[in-house]
C-alpha cells in the first residue's frame, strides 16, 4: 500500500510540471535541421486558408468569398499534423507593394515593409489585431508541435523605394537597380564584405525582432547569395543572442555559380553556411534533367559531405515553390519518387503546399485580364504550372487522393528510421543498369534499401548488390510497386517506369 502511495506522489510530481508546461514552447528547430529531421510544408498564407466557394479558382473579396489568413489557416494545422509535417515555411507575410506590381494582389516577395504585416492576411471576423491573429496562428502550430520559418525577401518593393531611396541599389544614373526580369522589386544595397550598409542591415534586423515577437522559430532569407557574408553573419550572431535554436535557411545552392544581375556580387554557399547559416538548397531540383542514376548518387555524396566538412544541412529542394510542379514532369510517379527520397535520404523533406494531393497548379484564369485588381496590374500574372504567389487564389489542392495516403506513410517511416538517419551510415550499392540507383542506411542492425528507376518511360532491370544479405534475412516491403527477387546477396529488378522501392531489413547491418 505504502508503495503505491509513494508511487502515486511520485507520478504526480512528475506529471504536474509537464501539465504547467504544456503551453509553454521552447524552439528546437536548429538542432531538428541540423539533425535531417524536419518536414518541412511551404505555404502562402494568402491562399492556404482559402474559401472559394463557387470553384471558379478565384477569390472574390467583394462576392463574399475568404482569402486565406492568419485564423482561417488555423483550421488546417490537424490535417498538416496527421500528415506528419513538423515545420511550416510561410512565404512572406509582410505588406506587398502595388505599384509596378505582378498580379492583382501583388507578389509575395515585393516587400512595402519588413516591419508590417500584410493587411490582405487579416481576418474581418474577430476583434483580434493583425499581430495577435498572426501570434494565434504561431501558437497553435506550436501546440500540435508544428516549427514556424517566415520567409525574409531579398529586395523591396518599387513602392518602398519611393518611401526610402537610400536602401536601394543604383545603377550609374540613379536609377535603382531591378533583378533580373521582375519589374515589382528593386536589388536593397547591403553593402560589401568590409563595408556593411547599416541602413540596410537595420531593416533586417527590424526584421529579426519582428518575426521574434511573433513567436517564429527561424528564417528562409531568400535570394541569399546577392548579399555579403559579413552583413549576414552579422544578422544571423544577432539573432542568435536572443535564440541559439533560431535555424536559418538559405536560398542559394552549390549549382549556382553566378548572380542574378552584375549589379552585385555572388556569395558562394560555403561562404554562407560560414556566416552561420544551418543550410540550403541542394541541388536535387536538378533532378527532373537527370537520366543517368550517377547524376542522382553524386548530389547525395556531395550532401553528406557537408556534414563532415561544415556540419551543416540541406532541404530535399526537388520541388519547392520555384519548380514546376511535379505531376507537369512525370506525373505521380514522379511525386512519388521524390516523397520516399525525402523521407529516406539525409536530408530535410520539403514540400509546398498542394504537393500532398498532387495539385498542377493550372490555373485557368492565369495571364488574362482580371476583373477586378487591387493593384496597377490589370492582369492575373502567374507562373505556369507553380503556386500561385501574385493573386487572390484557391486553396492548393489536387485530385491524386492516394498521394495522400502515400505522405502520410512515407513521412511516418522518416520519423521511424530517424536514429538511422542520425547515426548510421550512408552507402551506395552497385547496380547494373546505369538508369537504375540503389543506395542503403544502416544502423544498429537496421537497414533500409531503397532502389530505384530513372526512367519514367519505360520499365527497367537491374541486379543490386547487398553485401553480406541473406535470403533468410527478416525483409519488410515498405514501398514497391514489383517485388524484388533475393538472391544471396543479389537483388533482382524489374522496376516499372519511375518506380522506388523501400525496404526494411532487422538484425543486419551493411558492410
Known sequence: MFNKFLLTIIMGLIFIPAVLAEDVWVNDLRSLFLSNGAVIYGINMRTFGAQDTNNDGLIEISDGEESGNFLNGINRLDELQSLGINTLHILPIMETGKTKALGTAGSLYAAASFNQLNPQLKSEKTALSLEDQAIKFINEAHKRKIRVVIDLPACGAYDLFLKRPELFLKDSTGQPVAPSDWTDVRILDAGSETNINMDVYNLYREFVDYVMMLGADGIRADVAQIKPAAFWKKLIDYSRIKDPQFMWLAEASDSWVESITPAV?????????????????????????????????????????????????????FATHDELSPILINGVQYSEMILWLNSTLPVNAYYVDGFTSGDSYIYLWANKKAHKTYTDDNDYFVHRGKIDIFNFSRKPGGKFIELTKEFATATSFKSFIRPVIVNGIYKELKTNNSEVFAYGLSYNKTTVLVFGNMNFRTYNDAEVKVPGYKDEMLTIPVKMDTAPIADGSKFKLNLLPGEIQVLLINDFDLR
Not at 533532378?287 to 553524386?298: H, P, T, V
Open 265 to 317: 556580387d555572388f556569395t558562394p554557399y560555403d561562404k554562407l553556411l560560414d556566416a552561420g547559416f544551418d543550410g540550403f538548397y541542394g541541388s536535387y531540383f536538378k533532378m527532373k534533367d537527370w537520366r543517368n542514376a550517377s547524376e542522382f548518387l553524386n548530389q547525395v555524396k556531395f550532401t553528406n559531405s557537408l556534414k563532415k566538412n561544415f556540419s551543416k544541412a540541406v532541404i530535399g529542394s
